[in-house]
């Protein structure tokens, strides 16, 4: 019965549950036991004793397999999961199979992961795509959705209600990604799904922007579908070779697809930026950790900067209104300038006469180059970091440690000394306070361990957004020394391994955060930048990635000095930390999670 599909490239170890997946590709060892049936005595099916530790998954992708290809109809049959006539979502199902792929993280390029995604489509209607491009009214009552929610997307939340979440989100904004197989996490305040995203409560969509790294268009669009937005006009920069995405507007016009082209074969195009338009002029800005693919929104911890809803300002109003109070909008058009793509001439236009008053963080980014001291400082990188602490963080104690945690670890040197204190802590140590003392903060990098990764809910494979590897920690050993689990209990994330990137500094004695830091940048020199040894030359810092992220500095967020950690302080609630607290170390056994371990 799947002659017609492709063969699942996760063999044996597929731990897919969307039906999605099973809609495009074949499983040999699924379609035996599915073809032979339920036993007599049992009413179950006999799983094979090599697959036993796998039963209750295979349990469950069988069930998949009756839903999707009851026995009564051929699997290989289009009609079972939507035409194919070259106009639907059918028709741009992608190939993303892990072997022969590239993936990169940070500076190294590196064999895509097993649990890397392969694209999978929706399996819409050709019908999804009759809402036209042009005409953008009551866009929701014109889509004509003829397929089920759920059979698609895991997590499903009622619409209508996420502008009342993020409402509720004030003064923070900031959210974690829902997961799929904890189910404490899908009705969590602070949890956001991307369909949420795209709610109409939160305005009604007329076009959009989506940069990002990898982009499973079938995914992607299977979302604008259900959302009643699918046709409307949509731009998307990424960075991964992605050939089902070179051809895209052949199949479906109002996407405009454009491959970010990179100074060296080992940069990256890693930001993972959303601007969303819409019908009434406003529009809206959401900073994600998240790549625009399934597995990145199934088990994984990410997080989600929404800014609140952005109005159009009334016409001839001077350059300088709706400026927010951090320069949010003018970094944000300066970072938008550096991709050089004409294709966002029209944004960057739409945001220069958009009210941002309202944002309360700083934009923090990286673009590729080489870049010195101007008259506001620096622009991107570590640096712009290190000014704006300099500039608005309270006084911090020397003692007091920066925490980093990332998804991948960039080569750091052979010493604390080469890169991390040199560039990294020399900015993220500053603040607005007298010099004090001249040692560097305590150095805490949260990453997780072999365990953390063989207890998480896809086991091993769950170590698939973890591209850290052998060749690069032999030889920064003196790391160990500075590595703790990723432990999530209180946001019930503890087996969802992290792929969110965060940086800031606390001070658990008096339970506060003195600023904190959202963003797509791993720790590595590519993503922040690094400055040049000549003491004989001015100070160059050198980026080689595109990255964006968000700083939170309590004097713009709830102005005070400092967030509260883990209670209500008078009234301003606890700045919601994505782990737990105090860290937890690792054990004299613990290693850190290799992508190695997959390979072996």
């Known amino acids: 019965m799947a002659e017609k599909l492709k063969k699942c490239p996760y063999g044996e170890q597929c731990y897919r549950k969307n039906p999605i997946h099973f809609g495009e590709f074949s499983h040999p060892h699924l379609d035996k036991i599915y073809e032979n049936g339920l036993d007599s005595k049992t009413s179950k099916y006999v799983i094979p004793d090599d697959l036993f530790m796998s039963a209750e998954l295979i349990e469950t992708q069988l069930k998949l397999l009756e839903k999707l290809f009851p026995k009564t109809k051929s699997r290989g049959s289009s009609s079972e999961i939507g035409n194919s006539d070259g106009k639907g979502i059918d028709s741009i199902r992608s190939s993303r199979c892990l072997d022969g792929g590239k993936i990169k993280a940070d500076s190294v390029k590196r064999s895509k992961s097993p649990v890397a995604s392969t694209s999978a489509s929706c399996g819409l209607p050709s019908n999804a795509t009759s809402i036209s491009s042009t005409d953008n009214s009551n866009l929701s009552k014109k889509a004509k959705i003829t397929r089920n929610i759920k ?18 989100a004030a003064p923070y904004n900031f959210f974690l990604t829902a997961i799929t197989d904890a189910k404490l996490t899908h009705h969590e305040p602070l949890t956001i799904t991307f369909q949420e995203i795209l709610d109409e409560s939160l305005g009604e969509i007329e076009s959009s922007v989506q940069i990002n790294f990898m982009v499973e268009i079938g995914w992607l669009l299977g979302h604008y579908y259900f959302a009643g937005i699918m046709g409307t006009p949509l731009l998307i920069l990424y960075g991964d070779e992605t050939p089902e995405l070179a051809n895209i507007s052949k199949t479906h016009p109002e ?24 019908t009434d002029g406003g529009m809206r800005v959401v900073i994600s950790t998240a790549n625009l693919y399934e597995d990145d929104w199934h088990n994984r911890t990410q997080g989600i900067w929404i800014s609140p809803k952005l109005p159009a300002l ?16 003018h970094d944000l058009m300066l970072y938008l300038v550096e991709y050089k793509i004409a294709k966002l001439q029209p944004w960057i236009a739409r945001i220069r006469k958009t009210d941002f008053s309202s944002i309360n963080v700083f934009f923090i980014g990286s673009t590729p180059g080489g870049f010195r001291e101007g008259p506001r400082g620096y622009s991107w990188g570590h640096a712009r970091v290190g000014e704006l602490l300099q500039k608005y963080c309270t006084a911090v104690d020397a003692r007091v440690p920066v925490i980093c ?151 713009f967020v709830t102005g ?41």
């Open 151 to 168: 059979d698609y997307i895991p997590v499903v939340l009622e619409k209508g209600h996420a502008a009342d979440k993020l409402e509720r």
């Open 255 to 278: 996407v405009t697809a454009v491959k970010v082209n990179m100074p060296t074969p080992f940069a990256t195009s890693h930001a993972k930026v959303m601007l969303l338009g819409y």
């Open 314 to 329: 009334p016409a001839n109003v001077d350059t300088t209104a709706g400026e927010s109070p951090t320069n949010f909008r």
């Open 405 to 555: 945690q990332s998804s991948s670890i960039g080569s750091l040197g052979p010493n604390i000394q080469t890169w991390i204190q040199h560039d990294f802590l020399n900015s993220l140590r500053k603040h607005s306070g007298p010099p004090g003392l001249t040692h560097f903060p305590p150095f805490k990098m949260i990453y997780p361990s072999f365990g953390n990764v063989s207890n998480s809910h896809d086991g091993l494979l769950g170590g698939g957004c973890l591209p850290y590897g052998a060749s690069t920690n032999d030889k920064q050993s003196w790391l160990r020394g500075h590595l703790f689990q990723w432990c999530s209990k209180q946001r019930y994330r503890s087996q969802a391994m992290p792929h969110i990137k965060s940086y800031t500094r606390m001070k658990l004695e008096d339970q506060s955060i003195y600023w904190f830091m959202l963003t797509s940048a791993n720790l590595s020199k590519a993503a922040w930048g690094a400055f040049n040894k000549n003491v004989n030359i001015a100070p160059c810092l050198r980026i080689m990635n595109y990255e964006a992220g968000v700083l939170f500095l309590p004097r």
């Open 560 to 600: 005070e000095e400092t967030f509260p950690l883990g209670h209500v302080r008078d009234g301003i609630p606890a700045f919601p930390l994505p782990y737990d607290v105090p860290l937890t170390p690792y054990t004299p056994d613990d290693k850190p999670f290799l992508m190695d371990y997959l390979h072996q």
